[in-house]
């Protein structure tokens, strides 16, 4: 496993996998912003490596929209839609405590501005019923891992497929999962 260094070149950096945490460490080490996704980190950091420069970054301004106005039903949810507290105490109080704002309706919740909470949860519901499985973006290497372990390994158990994560990022290049990584268990 390399570690993370201003040495690294920007190729090498790119052919291990870095948790967050780590990533903000080594931002607050040099002096660079700590804020943001993963991928924002990611991208910070290849361009200090290829050229020992901070990212100029825009100064992005935040719009209010009013989070102090009552929720209804017959609400929109408005352009730039987040996920607030106020929105999750309304979601919880309507649909019940097993509401959470999962990846797929939060990207539902953004693709439709015009239209009203009651829509969105009928979405929900939709949603939740749905057996089609959610892509996992990028930036969420483990989770796919795991997935694909699964999948491809009946009975065997989260102890084992982390133990194989672990062993897949410890490797240079790609960290998708493959039935040679079962050799970390023997």
């Known amino acids: 496993m390399a570690k993370l260094t201003k040495n ?3 190729y090498e950096f790119k052919e291990y996998y870095f948790l967050k945490d780590e990533l903000k460490d080594f931002c607050r080490l ?4 700590v804020s943001g996704s993963k991928q924002d980190l990611e991208n910070r950091i290849i361009h200090y490596l290829s050229t020992g420069e901070m990212l100029e970054e825009p100064v992005v301004k935040e719009v209010s929209n009013n989070s102090h106005s009552t929720i209804t039903l017959d609400s929109k949810l408005g352009e730039n839609f987040k996920c607030g507290q106020d929105k999750r105490e309304f979601f919880e109080k309507e649909i019940g405590k097993t ?3 999962k990846v797929k309706f939060q990207k539902w919740l953004k693709a439709n501005p015009d239209k009203t909470y009651r829509e969105a949860i009928d979405a929900y519901f939709e949603i939740q019923n749905s057996k089609e499985k959610t892509n996992i973006d990028k930036q969420f ?3 796919q891992y795991i997935r694909d372990f699964f999948n491809d390994n009946d009975g065997k158990s989260l102890e084992e497929a ?3 994560w672990k062993y897949k990022k410890s490797l240079k290049g790609h960290n998708r999962y493959e039935s040679s990584d079962l050799v970390a268990l023997l």
């Open 8 to 10: 690294l070149s920007p």
């Open 30 to 33: 040099e002096g660079l912003k």
């Open 99 to 101: 509401f959470k704002f």
């Open 141 to 143: 290497q483990y989770n």
């Open 162 to 164: 982390i133990k194989c």
